[in-house]
Structure formats: structure tokens, C-alpha cells
């Protein structure tokens, strides 16, 4: 079996359906090459929603969200002006908010592990209730063996193997924005790009460590200072409310249909159009994860000609991954023939 780390990949993921609402989703860096405010518009309608996968900072706090930033320079910079721009351009658009579907690291106490030989081990920091059982079924059940957790592991490697299935938590924050809309609260922020000479970065300890960002690096922050072009009302998910999101997890990655998949299902029913910008295999595993755990709430039911449309498309989504993971697999070696005598 090669140990290959899997080319990363940067898309545009894109379901159709016959609803009204239309939402952007950013759920990676935004490395495309640098779009002007006034010339490209990613949204569709101006009734779309934006929701971003990154949770809140201040400049005081160190690094920000791992996707408005990226290890090299001249890419990082392209990030933080793009999420720039396009706050810029939302704030023009309509008068919704900016959908944060981030928890900051130290509320998240669910994390798992992908072990050499191609199983998982869950560490709850919070109760002794075991998921594996649950997993072990949702693995089996989308046809994952333990060959290719080794294979896709490798993308965790600077994580040493581990992941807290980030993504799919957001994705949860995302449906339970129309769902559970009191698991939000409001603040009005302005975003901030912030350049690495600035002087607040000064006197900054992150873990007891003295922190600044790298010569060059251009940072995205957000603050309360007014700026008419930029400041607008962002939503962001109220501390304690992890608990509800894990709980709905679980029963989206469970073998029978239940209420939180039903919710799901109408979330995209409910849709004309989801895009989601992901990056498969970039430093972690939770994208792909995510869009299967979405593929799994159309499961252990009938399904409606529109919700079979909907599973068609998440399914072309997923299909090409599945087939890189696989062309990675050495194949079992041939068994050496029988001497003769």
C-alpha cells in the first residue's frame, strides 16, 4: 500500500434544487487568483446567505481561522484580500448576515484519531459515552475500508492524524442557522486585513509563547470600529451550544433515519442553489467526511424525485475522490505459483 499524501483539491461544489434560498459556503482558503470587488460576484441572487467556516479573532489571539490564511506568502495574501473583497461585496448585497459555522478549538472536545492500521479511536474530554459503534457503522456503510483511512490519513499528517470533524459541524451550524436560528448570537464587526509590521502585533503571548505573524504576511482580523464599507452584522454560534450540534452529528452519521436527517433533507429541498467552496485533502480529511455524512441523511428512507435528484449530485461530488483514494491502493500481490517436481 502507498503512503502517497493525496493531491489536495480546490473546487466549487455546486447542488441544485427547486427551492428559494440560495447560500455560498467558504469552507477553505480562497487561493484563486485575486478577484476585484467590482468585477467578479461568486453569489447568484441577491438574496444569498454566506456562511464562513472560520470562527472570530481579534488581533490580540494569535493566528487566524486556518482558512483566511495560507503557508505561503504571495498565496496568503491572496486569501485575506479575497475574504476581504468578498465582505465587500456581500455588505452591498442584501441586508442578511455573515454566518460564522465555527466553534473556537477550546469548546470543541470530540476529536478523532486515524491509527496506522486504518481505525479510528474517538476521544470524548467531556462524557464516557462511546461512539464507535456508531462510526464503525457509517464507515462500513459508505463503503470505507481500512486501507483507504490509510491512504487518506496522510492529508492529517501535520495534525499528527487527527481531526475534530470540523466540516461537518459546520455544516450542521449551517442548516440550524434556518433550523435552530437561537443557536446564534448577533454582533456588529468590521473585518480588518492587518499587515505584519503592524504594532499591535507587539507584546502578543499565544500559550505562553511570544507570537507575531510572519514578515510579510498579511492577516484578517475583526474588530467593533465602524467602517461603512465593510462593518456588517455576523451571526456566530453561542458558547454551550456544541452539545446540540454533537448530538445531531451522531444521528446524522447513525444507520436509520431519524428528525436531524429529515432536517437536512429539507435544508437542500428547501434550496435553488447550495455552493461550497472545499479543499479536499489540503491539511485534513473532514470535507470529504462531510459530504458522505450529508450523502447519509438520504439513506434508510424513500426519497422524494427531488431528494433523489439532490443524492445524484452529492454523489457525482464524492465519486472522483473515492476513485483517487483507490488508484492510491497497491494491489494485493499475486500468490507465487506451486513448484513442480
Known amino acids: 500500500m502507498s503512503s ?26 480562497l487561493i484563486m487568483e485575486s478577484f476585484d470587488q467590482n468585477q467578479i460576484d461568486p453569489f447568484i441572487t ?3 446567505y454566506l456562511f464562513l467556516q472560520a470562527e472570530i479573532k481579534t488581533v490580540k489571539e494569535g493566528n487566524p481561522a ?21 465582505y465587500k461585496i456581500y455588505q452591498r448585497l442584501n441586508e442578511n448576515p455573515v ?21 479510528f479511536t474517538i476521544t470524548n474530554k467531556k462524557t464516557n459515552d462511546d461512539y464507535h459503534e456508531i462510526l464503525n457503522q457509517f464507515l462500513e456503510s459508505c463503503n470505507i475500508t481500512k486501507e483507504m483511512i490509510k491512504i ?24 440550524n442557522y434556518f433550523h435552530m436560528p437561537e443557536l446564534f448570537e448577533e454582533k456588529n464587526l468590521t473585518p480588518e486585513i492587518v499587515e505584519s509590521i503592524d504594532e499591535r502585533f ?15 504576511f498579511n492577516s484578517l482580523y475583526y474588530s467593533e470600529n465602524y467602517n461603512k464599507n465593510v462593518t456588517q452584522k455576523f451571526m456566530i ?15 446524522l452519521l447513525s444507520n436509520q433515519d431519524n428528525g436531524i436527517k429529515l432536517m437536512v433533507r429539507h435544508f437542500f429541498t428547501n434550496s435553488q442553489i447550495v455552493q461550497r467552496w472545499s479543499d479536499y485533502w489540503e491539511s485534513d480529511v473532514d470535507d470529504w467526511f462531510t459530504i458522505l455524512a450529508i450523502i447519509n441523511a438520504f439513506k434508510y428512507t424513500t426519497l422524494t424525485n427531488q431528494e433523489e435528484e439532490i443524492l445524484k449530485q452529492l454523489k457525482s461530488i464524492v465519486s472522483p475522490l473515492y476513485e483517487n483514494i483507490k488508484s492510491q491502493i497497491s494491489p494485493e500481490p499475486e500468490p507465487e505459483p506451486e513448484p513442480e517436481y
Open 237 to 251: 454560534p453561542k458558547p454551550g451550544t456544541i452539545d446540540k450540534v454533537y448530538y445531531q452529528m451522531w444521528n
Open 4 to 29: 502517497t499524501r493525496l493531491n489536495p483539491s480546490y473546487q466549487m461544489d455546486i447542488i441544485k434544487s427547486s427551492g428559494e434560498k440560495s447560500s455560498l459556503e467558504v469552507a477553505g482558503p
Open 202 to 216: 507587539n507584546d502578543i503571548i499565544v500559550n505562553d509563547q511570544s507570537w507575531r505573524p510572519k514578515d510579510g
Open 152 to 175: 487518506i490519513r496522510q492529508s492529517s499528517e501535520r495534525a499528527k492524524y487527527n481531526t475534530y470533524m470540523a466540516d461537518i459541524i459546520s455544516f450542521l451550524l449551517k442548516v
Open 66 to 86: 486556518s482558512n483566511l490564511r495560507f503557508p505561503n506568502k504571495n498565496t496568503n495574501n491572496i486569501v485575506v484580500e479575497n475574504i476581504y473583497n468578498l
Open 46 to 48: 441577491e438574496n444569498d
Open 99 to 119: 454566518v460564522i459555522t465555527s466553534y473556537p478549538r477550546n469548546q470543541r472536545y470530540i476529536s478523532f484519531k486515524m491509527n496506522e492500521d486504518g481505525t
